[in-house]
């Protein structure tokens, strides 16, 4: 199966997905899944939705990964496989106001991460976009920032604003890295995803702010602010390519 989704040009964390998926269906019947039947494989979604009451996007994270597994690797053609279908809830994101975001940042102690927040809010990045961000990536010249290898393998660029460019030159200064933006523990790793996570949590539980927010809130605050503020996000798309306004 492995070695199928690499074919099929799959990024890693894909991969990671799809294999957890089938990993935790072997363990629901503690068996190979490819002993299987089409009954047993119906009762473990039913147990999804039924019994363990999984959210929509959690159904079709396991349907995704064990409908590769069983059509592409086993070629088995299920009905089962066609019958799942979770409904899409529509909610709407949660958004911090701009007061809100000055707070949050302001409380993180850490240089590192305080930056790395910044740039996220500022530049609209994703959580993995901005802790893989390297030194090259950053054209003082066009002010924008490339993101390389973004959702779905996609190159893009983002304006990068003169205050936050400040910032960043502020930063580097006290850095002393060469290679990543926000460097890990070693010389040519990034920053731990969960380090920074962690970090925004413990702001958000000191701010007193009473709101289900992300790192990922970061980016919805940033695309709501630029309407907010009469930005024409559909020019800025023709610009930087659809990615830029996707959220």
Same mark, same amino acid.
């Given at each position: 199966?492995?070695?199928?989704?690499?074919?099929?040009? #799959?990024?890693?964390?894909?991969?990671?997905?799809?294999?957890?998926?089938?990993?935790?269906?072997?363990?629901?019947?503690?068996?190979?899944?490819?002993?299987?039947? =089409?009954? =047993?494989?119906?009762? #473990?979604?039913?147990?999804?939705?039924?019994?363990?009451?999984?959210?929509?996007?959690?159904?079709?994270?396991?349907?995704?990964? %064990?409908?590769?597994? /069983?059509?592409?690797?086993?070629?088995?053609?299920? /009905?089962?496989?066609?019958?799942?279908?979770?409904?899409?809830?529509?909610?709407?994101?949660? !958004?911090?106001?701009?007061? *809100?975001?000055?707070?949050?940042? $302001?409380?993180?102690?850490?240089?590192?991460?305080?930056?790395?927040?910044?740039? %996220?809010?500022?530049?609209?990045?994703?959580?993995? *976009?901005?802790?893989?961000?390297?030194?090259?990536?950053?054209?003082?010249?066009?002010?924008? %920032?490339? !993101?390389?290898?973004?959702?779905?393998?996609?190159?893009?660029?983002?304006?990068?604003?003169?205050?936050?460019?400040?910032?960043?030159?502020? /930063?580097?200064?006290?850095?002393?890295?060469?290679?990543?933006?926000?460097?890990?523990?070693? $010389?040519?790793?990034?920053?731990?995803?969960?380090?920074?996570?962690?970090? #925004?949590?413990?702001?958000?539980?000191?701010?007193?702010?009473?709101?289900?927010?992300?790192?990922?809130?970061?980016?919805?605050?940033?695309?709501?602010?630029?309407? =907010?503020?009469?930005?024409?996000?559909?020019?800025?798309?023709?610009? /930087?390519?659809?990615?830029?306004? =996707?959220?």
């Amino acid at each position: 199966m492995i070695e199928d989704m690499k074919l099929h040009g #799959f990024s890693a964390r894909t991969q990671e997905s799809y294999v957890g998926a089938v990993r935790q269906l072997a363990k629901y019947y503690m068996r190979s899944p490819g002993e299987l039947s =089409e009954d =047993e494989l119906r009762q #473990f979604f039913l147990w999804l939705v039924r019994d363990r009451n999984a959210s929509p996007s959690t159904v079709r994270q396991y349907l995704s990964g %064990i409908k590769f597994f /069983y059509e592409s690797t086993l070629r088995r053609d299920w /009905y089962t496989l066609d019958l799942v279908r979770p409904a899409k809830r529509k909610t709407l994101p949660v !958004v911090l106001s701009q007061q *809100e975001v000055q707070h949050l940042l $302001s409380l993180v102690d850490n240089p590192k991460h305080r930056m790395a927040l910044s740039l %996220i809010y500022a530049c609209g990045l994703r959580l993995l *976009e901005a802790t893989h961000l390297k030194l090259a990536d950053i054209d003082v010249q066009r002010m924008q %920032i490339w !993101v390389r290898n973004g959702k779905g393998g996609k190159d893009r660029c983002v304006p990068l604003a003169q205050r936050t460019l400040q910032e960043l030159r502020r /930063y580097l200064k006290r850095a002393h890295t060469d290679y990543h933006v926000f460097a890990g523990k070693g $010389s040519r790793s990034p920053l731990n995803q969960t380090t920074l996570q962690r970090a #925004f949590k413990a702001v958000l539980r000191e701010s007193g702010i009473n709101k289900a927010a992300s790192i990922r809130t970061l980016r919805h605050s940033y695309a709501t602010h630029l309407l =907010e503020a009469g930005v024409d996000l559909s020019a800025l798309a023709h610009k /930087y390519g659809d990615v830029f306004c =996707e959220c």
